[in-house]
């Protein structure tokens, strides 16, 4: 039986050397009389055929028939996909057929996924803390890369660099950000020493570009650059979104794939932290990933931990401040902030907790699209009970050590622990104000964000948080990053922690009800 020809339906819609090379690939197919010239041709101008060619020529014929289909299933795909940009379409199609260098794409039969997807797209990001110093040209200089050509191998040395970067220990200096907001205030969002928290946001980017010469470059694209040998070059790359969201090892497996290395699984590495046995001062989970990838490399391995989850903090990673970087002040308004431009903020505490505040109340509005609705933070409210519930319960606490006291009067662990819980206490009596504060003004209608909290809030993408919802709500105290902070620090974190998990509760609690 005649293999059908699939690919006649492309000759518009993709370059026109892919089109020969398909051609040419159809013509090894079909013709049985073939010299091989023609197959020859093909496996040069299509990466992604992948097989070698055979003595067995019926063999050969079979394979290739089945990638044929699989690749214009794949180009149908595409097409589908990008409808209405045409060119986008005909450039991603060339980077498969013609270059493939990061070998993202799986053909499963007649079906195929992203590991990851590296399309250029338009996204507001996040990013917690001071804007970092970067050395990724240094880094990458270092490394005796002879042809610094962008292609397959420095794209290999952008992975090797963003995985030195997600982990710790490594000695290239990055930046994260997150397309999410909500996974940015809960995990990444803190107090510093100076009591000041940061944050950065660039409104509407280019993401998956890299940059060489002032000029930003999609991805599939910088095969048609003119690249000079030499030329330092910057990139930002989005990790978070693959094909299938709910199979959080798409991007480990790609990453294997891609790089050859094996990976250091979360459950390995809890299983291992859990039984050291050393001095409480000791980072047990920096230890235990050492000693893993100590392991590994005496089994031949190499290894990169899955603790922190790229696609689940909806990762995008910065070799540098790509864009020009205006600090916030006060003459800066919500209606004039541009995009492609880093805004970054400055706050203190109160500013921080009137951001953690409100961005629940704008989710929980945005949610339920209901722009009027009253405040769900109230007297009566479920958050409000609780923090009168978590005083009592400190309370109580104080007075069984105070009682135990009594038996144990040298007891110093005794007297810290009473100090601690009298700070706990305090903070939870400061906490509270505040709420009653905000309720009692918004009952007369007279709260009102600052200009520096409602500009945050103007550049947030609430269309992208809603759609990120599930994973807003599924974050917990585990999941929020622990700096090293002193004493006095780590107690206003832990309080600003539980405001954001209580905020974030009756937010959702408020959404059940209403949403």
Aim: net charge negative; aromatic share 12%; proline share 1%.
């Amino acid at each position: 039986m005649q293999l059908e020809n699939k690919h006649t339906g492309f000759k518009e819609k993709v370059y026109k050397e892919n089109y020969e090379a398909l051609d040419n690939l159809y013509a090894a197919i079909i013709n049985v009389e073939s010299d091989g010239k023609d197959l020859e041709l093909a496996m040069k101008q299509i990466k992604i055929i992948g097989i070698e060619k055979t003595d067995n020529q019926n063999l050969s014929r079979y394979q290739l028939s089945i990638q044929y289909l699989r690749i214009c299933s794949f180009i149908e795909g595409i097409i589908a996909e990008f409808a209405g940009d045409e060119e986008k379409t005909k450039q991603i199609v060339n980077y498969y057929l013609n270059d493939f260098n990061m070998h993202e794409l799986n053909l499963l039969g007649l079906s195929w996924y992203y590991d990851i997807k590296f399309y250029k797209e338009l996204r507001t990001v996040y990013s917690a803390g001071k804007i970092p110093s970067f050395n990724w040209n240094e880094w990458l200089r270092g490394r005796n890369i002879e042809d610094n050509i962008i292609k397959g191998n420095i794209l290999q040395n952008i992975m090797k660099a963003c995985k030195e970067h997600i982990n710790r220990g490594g000695k290239v200096k990055l930046m994260s950000f997150s397309k999410c907001f909500g996974i940015d205030l809960y995990k990444f969002m803190y107090l510093d020493n100076d009591k000041k928290s940061y944050l950065n946001i660039v409104k509407k980017t280019q993401t998956n570009i890299l940059k060489v010469k002032d000029k930003r470059v999609p991805v599939y694209e910088y095969n048609y650059q003119e690249l000079n040998e030499g030329s330092d070059f910057d990139f930002f790359f989005d990790f978070s979104e693959v094909r299938s969201e709910k199979n959080i090892f798409n991007l480990n497996s790609w990453f294997k794939n891609f790089l050859e290395e094996e990976f250091i699984s979360q459950k390995e590495l809890n299983s291992l932290k859990n039984n050291l046995t050393f001095d409480n001062n000791v980072d047990k989970e920096w230890l235990a990933y050492y000693l893993l990838k100590e392991k590994r490399k005496e089994e031949g391995k190499s290894g990169i931990s899955s603790r922190i989850n790229p696609i689940k903090d909806r990762e995008v990673i910065a070799s540098n401040a790509l864009w020009d970087t205006i600090n916030y002040n006060d003459s800066i308004q919500k209606e004039n902030v541009k995009s492609d431009v880093m805004y970054s903020f400055e706050l203190n505490e109160d500013d921080f907790m009137e951001l953690i505040y409100e961005y629940y109340y704008q989710l929980y509005v945005n949610i339920c699209a209901e722009k009027e609705r009253n405040a769900p933070l109230d007297k009566e409210n479920y958050l409000y009970k609780l923090i009168l519930k978590l005083r009592e319960e400190i309370k109580l606490e104080i007075e069984e050590l105070k009682s135990n006291q009594e038996n144990k009067l040298e007891d110093e662990d005794i007297e810290i622990n009473i100090d601690k819980r009298i700070s706990i206490e305090n903070r939870l009596v400061e906490y509270s104000n505040f709420i009653e504060n905000i309720v009692n003004l918004k009952e007369k209608n007279q709260f009102q964000s600052s200009d520096k909290v409602n500009v945050i809030l103007s550049m947030i993408d609430w269309e992208y948080e809603k759609i990120n919802k599930n994973l807003i709500q599924e974050l917990n105290s585990q999941n929020i990053y622990q700096w090293d902070l002193n004493s006095d620090l780590n107690i206003n974190n832990l309080f600003i922690n539980w405001f954001k998990e209580l905020c974030k509760k009756i937010c959702f609690s408020e959404v059940e009800k209403h949403g």
